[in-house]
């Protein structure tokens, strides 16, 4: 490995590199919360109680079984195979022009989307039965019941699950480059065949790629212990004066 290269490649190739870098950022990033969105979507119809009979029972069970199948799809096959499938055989099958970036998106987003179905369902499945039954004791339906009730908790409870979702995605757009998205691998192999300096351009690349998974890292990782508050709470005093047993003595002898 010769340094003088690596200098040589960043001076000559930053921008390529920048972009790249950028592109990955935007299309993880961008996925990863549309990923959420799906799946949190997916995670409360999947919590929804099953009727006993009926029509609604039937239609539940459908919808149940059609989502069963996109998880197990997506979660059971490499994004690099969903890429081709999706972009090449949507243009080869239905004659579908799809622009590449927004086809990366979509791509990175059905399939964080499968991974966080579940995440949020393990989510919701760890909120205590009682509050499911509070809930409904007061006259909520289930939507509202997810929507005051769990959901908030489970945001919070899956907020790590979630990061670790979008520091994989950062790595995970590599695979685009089959279907010439111009994310940070992609542009790395140009800079490579240019050169044909390989190693250096790739431990260029390895670098940028461990910036970034490490400043998400950081940055996630503040937010939850924001969310987490402080470690010790102060008692402070406030409106409501509660007398001790010994403070309670003394008046009861007094008023006699």
Same mark, same amino acid.
């Given at each position: ?31 990863? /919360? ?6 949190? =979507? ?13 029509? *609604? ?36 099958? @239905? ?5 590449? =970036? ?28 009682? %509050? ?18 769990? =959901?908030? +908790?489970?945001?919070? #409870? ?10 994989? #995605?950062? !790595?995970?757009?590599?695979? =685009? ?9 992609? %542009?790395? *192999?140009?800079?490579?065949?240019? #050169?044909?300096? $390989? @190693? ?6 390895? /670098? ?9 890292? *950081?940055?996630?990782? $503040?937010?939850?212990? !924001? ?5 010790? $709470? ?8 509660? +007398? ?13």
């Amino acid at each position: 490995m010769s340094f003088e290269w690596i200098v040589k490649i960043i001076s000559t190739n930053g921008p390529m590199f920048l972009r790249g870098a950028g592109l990955t950022l935007l299309i993880s990033m961008v996925g990863t /919360i549309l990923g959420s969105i799906i799946g949190l =979507l997916i995670g409360v119809v999947r919590t929804v109680p099953m009727p006993e009979r009926g029509i *609604k029972r039937i239609l539940l069970k459908v919808i149940n079984a059609i989502l069963s199948a996109y998880i197990a799809f997506f979660r059971g096959t490499p994004m690099i195979v969903q890429a081709m499938v999706i972009y090449y055989g949507s243009a080869l099958a @239905f004659g579908m022009d799809m622009n590449v =970036l927004r086809a990366a998106i979509f791509i990175v987003s059905i399939n964080t989307g499968a991974y966080m179905a579940e995440i949020v369902r393990g989510g919701i499945i760890s909120v205590d039965k009682g %509050q499911f039954e509070a809930a409904q004791a007061i006259g909520m339906n289930h939507l509202q019941t997810m929507r005051h009730v769990v =959901l908030p +908790q489970v945001i919070r #409870n899956i907020l790590p699950a979630t990061g670790n979702e979008f520091v994989i #995605n950062i !790595k995970d757009t590599s695979v =685009l480059n089959v279907i010439s998205v111009n994310e940070l691998f992609f %542009q790395t *192999k140009s800079v490579a065949g240019n #050169n044909f300096r $390989y @190693f250096e351009s790739f431990f260029v690349a390895c /670098i940028l790629y461990f910036i970034m998974t490490y400043t998400v890292t *950081k940055i996630l990782r $503040y937010v939850e212990k !924001k969310l987490d508050g402080p470690e010790n $709470y102060n008692m402070i005093g406030n409106q409501m004066q509660v +007398q001790t047993p010994e403070e309670a003595l003394k008046h009861n002898k007094e008023m006699i």
